[in-house]
């Protein structure tokens, strides 16, 4: 460890932390304060203090609503995306290169691809002339309506985040040593016993991690919902974009915006607790 | 290693194309003739291309996000190269909760940083102003670099900064010829990386753009919650076309695996 002068590490992050002073927590602390002013219509945002927002949003049943329907379409996403994405990496971790690559790298570089691209690949697909729509009418059931509904959010939703889920569980099954799952067959235990108590008691800290951050995600999403859920279909986030452009409730949309920061914060945070327990990481 | 069975097989299968198929009918549908959202079978046009290039809005959008992504993921670099070494080579009071501070864009929704900026810019007259949109990017896409710096950092041998110094050569020419060039991959990952996050943001941007600034993913997400047409899939494929080619640069420099899956 080289020892400098105390003040050089600071002098060194100087740019960066100056950076992020002024622009992430002098505009949290500032959002914070607005949230708690009075805002009048016909004037605007007052210089006054109220719990009115909050209190709206607590009493208000349009926003119960809200927030439930956020839950649970994060939720269901998390779910599928475990179902689907836990088996696809311990599928994948058990292929030969060169195929195990591409298919990992299949899986995962959607992530880079901006989710506006990949809402209109959805819509595309499940709208009333879409192939989903002509596979099902082939097969005798269809027309079905999906776009515009929950189901289409959650069918997107899953499609971002499950490289999410694939991640963590991809990296707690490369830790695996394979002579413990073999030595566990050859003293014939069947494969299903072996994946069950062999595999997935080490790989739960990636799957936890996962569907931890998968839900937060899921749950602050908003070109999703905004493409596909319609006009109608509201998340938390479509709702604050809508208070702040639409209604021009700033105060309101604030107070909104901070509830779903804390509720992301308390999910996030815990996934970094699950994190740190499993391996620590050293910044060396 | 044991082998995968039919059904595991089959279920791979399935999840490759879902995962696929929204990128591949994009690309598809852009090449339709008709004026519809057509899969096109006998006939392929690049009409929706052409008019993609034709339509102002689109053009001056492209411009704006490839200035913005370009801008914002240097100076994110920059600031990022000095603030990692801060934090992996000395060890002060405060690293841990810098760090955290550094990191913390990737857990905060980016609706909310969109929400708070777009208070800020206003109280201090900032709305629609570029190089605010800039500093707004660098914010969100600094963590990523940090995160490559840190990991080439701590890979680095730190013997052959100690060899230099002994030698007598002074801090800034062992930063320039010998710590940069270890950590190289790692910056110049980071960039692309910051660069491809800059460039596709919507969340936040959808806040803090105005009509002069507004962001090619805003403009596709205005477009599209409007009206929807063969226009959209062209600017699409386009987008998709741009992403592959960052990501091909991105595994040449720095190896896109490492950069997906994490370190190691």
Redesign the interface.
Known sequence: MKLGRHSTPWALSAPAWLLFACLLLVPLGLTAVLSFNVFDHSTGVKNEFTLAHYLAVLSDEYYYGIFWRTFWISGVTTLICLAIGAPEAYVLSRMGNPWRSIFLLVVLAPLLVSVVVRAFGWSMLLGPQGLVNLALQAVGLGPVRILYTEWAVVIALVHVMLPFMVIPVWTSLQKLDAAVENAALSLSASQFTTLRRIVLPQVLPGILSGSLIVFGLSASAFAIPGLLGGRRLKMVATVVYDEYLHELNWPLGAALALILLVANLLVMLSYNRVLEGRYKKSLG | ????GPL??A??AL??S??????L??CI?AFTPANT???PTTEFSLRWFRAVFAHPDFVTSFWNSLWLAISSATIAT???I??G????????AG?DA??A??L??L???????G??????FS?IGATGSFQWLV??H??VI?PYV?RLV?AA??GADRSC?QAALSLGASHGTVFRRVTLPMILPGVTGGWLLAF?NS??E??MS??VTSPATVTL?VR??MY??ES?DPL??AA?AL??GF?AA??VLLDRLYG??KI???EK
């Open positions: 290693m044991s082998k995968n595991a097989l279920f791979n999840v490759i879902f995962m696929l198929a929204p990128l009918i994009v549908v959202l057509t899969i920059l600031i990022a000095p603030a070494l801060a934090i992996t080579r000395f060890d002060f690293r810098l760090n501070l550094f913390s864009p857990i905060i929704p980016h609706l909310v940083l929400v708070a900026m777009l208070r800020m109280l500093l707004a660098v914010v600094t940090l840190v950092s701590v900064e491809i460039f596709d919507v969340t959808i806040f993913p596709m997400y599209a919650t929807i959209m899939a699409s987008m998709v992403t960052v990501m896109l695996d997906l899956v994490g």
